[in-house]
């Protein structure tokens, strides 16, 4: 399983041949310029929440690689009535994709599309694939459902907000972690806004501190699991 962070909540996931996008959100970030969108590859577009700096460009890479979008009822709909392909889920549901199992789970959070329309409720991803399992949680606070997830599930990795102010902090994320029964942090959702600007140096330490360890990727660097 290869994981490419393309900034903010945006993530390439590949595993086998089959290129997974989550939260494309490129062109409306400016600290991603480097990426072009015209050139990602998608066989399928996860999408934790309605909300703009998730989906801006859900609808465009949709069109032009045909990919099938998989998110909650509420979002797939949407995107259907535009002529787009989907996969719609709902919490606590899973389904074997040609990539592997993708379990749909609870995230604390709103979900409204930028037009104020209803999103239905956020989440966030398990997917197993390649004999790994990792947890993206989306934009959430530190919630006691996570404590479910290492009943099923062990992972090798946990994608998690830092940024704070809209989701989790790091400390916040600390208590996740051990929630999750996973010391394997990649974190996101920060930087991209005054809001969520953070330390680099410091929210490493503080993972450090606890034995845990907080991976934080450049634009466009990707890592192997
Ligand atoms: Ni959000
Ligand atoms: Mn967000």
Known sequence: MKITFYGHASLGIQIKDINILVDPFITGNENASSIDIETLKADYILVTHAHQDHILDV?????????????????ITYYQNKGLEGHP???????????????????IHT??????????????????GERKTIYIAGDTALTMD?????????LDLAILPIGDNFTMGINDAIIASDFIE????LGYHYDT???????????????????KDLMLLEIGESMEL
């Open 59 to 75: 609808e465009a890479i949709a069109k032009r690689t045909g990919a099938i979008i998989v998110s909650n009822f509420e979002i």
């Open 89 to 107: 889920m709902n919490h606590g549901g899973s389904w074997d994709f040609e990539f592997g199992n993708l379990k749909y789970v609870n995230a």
């Open 111 to 128: 979900s409204s599309f930028p037009d104020g329309s209803y999103g239905g409720q956020p989440g966030g991803f398990i997917i197993e």
């Open 146 to 154: 996570m404590k479910l997830i290492p009943m099923q599930t062990k």
């Open 182 to 185: 996973c010391d394997k942090i």
């Open 193 to 211: 806004f005054g809001y969520i600007e953070i330390d680099h140096e410091e929210a490493k330490r503080k993972f450090f501190d606890k034995e």
